[in-house]
């Protein structure tokens, strides 16, 4: 069962080391990010899975960064022009870590943890096809939370990147609407306003953790999970939502 969950936006510009000069204009993001993992450890749990979109084209359904990623699992900062490399929590003793780097949102989850000193529970990852149909990110979120006892789940997307003019996607004025709906449904934990979000909509306003989000939403289906909302924002035209359930 999903006893509590973070969700968190996912650009390498939460590290320091990458946004470099500009790292304290996200100071408060990062303050609220640690303050939701700090909500799952405080849960106890008997596994934390990260999930987040994988890497590649949002217009495909099957990026080749998609599906799970074992603990001890590597990612790099590398391509956006930083020498850090951080490990999805830790390799049981004697298990390789040889295998497929993370995709982008869960190294920037990894990264989390490790500026968060997580030591609790295995921590594993799973990438999602950014176009993946609502039905079927809820159906796996039922299928993760199903996994063990106790699963806290850190959710790792960003909101709509067309907010403004200098956004990565330009702006469109249905952006800042499409944020302000998910960010009250994933700040009060309402399960059917995350399920209706509409996937069209969000790939045309490049939102990132629509996907994610609805899995969050098929795992605490029944697990009477309260929401409270740690920041928003859109820095650099890009929505960002921080929240803690539990």
Request: net charge negative.
């Amino acid at each position: 069962m999903l006893v509590a969950a973070a969700v968190c936006p996912c650009p390498p510009l939460l590290v320091p080391e990458v946004a470099a000069g500009a790292a304290p204009e996200l100071d408060a993001a990062r303050d609220a990010c640690l303050d939701a993992v700090g909500v799952l450890a405080a849960a106890r749990p008997d596994l934390l899975v990260v999930v987040g979109p994988g890497d590649g084209s949002s217009g495909s359904d099957d990026p080749p960064t998609v599906g799970p990623y074992p603990p001890g699992a590597h990612g790099t900062f590398r391509g956006v022009g930083v020498d850090l490399d951080v490990t999805l929590g830790h390799a049981p003793d004697g298990a390789t870590t040889a295998g497929r780097p993370l995709p982008q949102s869960l190294t920037v989850g990894a990264w989390l943890l490790g500026r968060a000193h997580w030591t609790g529970a295995p921590a594993e990852g799973l990438a999602l096809p950014p176009t993946a149909a609502p039905e079927d990110c809820a159906e796996a979120g039922r299928a993760v939370a199903g996994r063990a006892g106790r699963v806290a789940l850190l959710v790792m997307g960003d909101g709509s990147a067309c907010r403004t003019l200098k956004a990565p996607g330009y702006l469109d004025d249905r952006a800042a609407a499409f944020d302000a709906r998910a960010t009250e449904a994933l700040g009060s934990a309402d399960l059917d306003a995350i399920a209706e979000l509409d996937a069209a909509l969000a790939h045309e306003l490049k939102v990132a953790g629509r996907a994610p989000w609805q899995l969050l939403g098929g795992a605490a289906r029944d697990a009477g999970l309260a929401g409270r909302l740690l920041y928003e924002d859109a820095p650099y035209g890009v929505g960002y939502t921080v929240a803690a359930w539990s």
